[in-house]
């Protein structure tokens, strides 16, 4: 497990440039979001900003509009606790689609769910290369490193978290946490 959780560390610094498969205009629109996400103080915009990208991050891409009945089922098998299921819907749509980031991200909650950390952990690692900026799967990860332990990790991605949305409370709160377990300096 620790190895896996330093190489999935440096493959998502590396992966911070790599480049995501999305129109222009549609990459602009999630740009002009991120920006407004990072800028506001406010929770109730913060939750309306994150649910327009999530908005955005449901939409399979070009070519593959055929299986969003099978991302759909995906979801409601994931909302009525049938991990295995959601795990096999979710798969479909990674064969036929890998590069839809959401397929990656919702099935690595699902194997969250059922403890299975090392699949999860690759799977967070395939989102954030299609999706560098999922807070979403940027949180799995800070659960994940919490959970086994690995607080410095932690820590780490909850600092990505803050780059993105540094004015949220919850997240200030979890890195001053993880920072005073750590015995190193407060934000």
């Not at 099978?70 to 959601?86: I, K, Q, S």
Request: include cysteine.
């Amino acid at each position: 497990m620790q190895r896996l959780s330093h190489f999935l560390m440096c493959a998502l610094i590396w992966f911070a440039w790599a480049p995501i498969s999305l129109s222009a205009s549609e990459e602009s629109a999630l740009d002009a979001l991120f920006a407004e996400l990072k800028a506001s103080d406010d929770l109730i915009e913060m939750a309306e900003v994150q649910n327009q990208i999530w908005a955005r991050w449901y939409v399979l891409p070009e070519g593959a509009e055929h299986m969003q009945s099978e991302f759909d089922a995906g979801m409601r098998a994931l909302g009525l606790a049938m991990p295995m299921t959601a795990i096999d819907h979710f798969t479909k749509v990674i064969d036929e689609a890998p590069e839809f980031a959401e397929a990656w991200n919702r099935r690595a909650t699902t194997y969250f769910m059922i403890g299975d950390f090392e699949s999860s952990l690759r799977d967070i690692q395939e989102t954030l290369i299609r999706e560098p900026r999922h807070f979403g799967a940027i949180s799995g990860l800070s659960m994940i490193f919490e959970q086994n332990g690995d607080l410095p990790r932690a820590l780490a991605a909850e600092q990505m978290l803050l780059e993105l949305i540094p004015n949220d409370p919850r997240i200030q709160a979890r890195v001053r946490a993880f920072e005073k377990a750590l015995g190193v300096g407060q934000i």
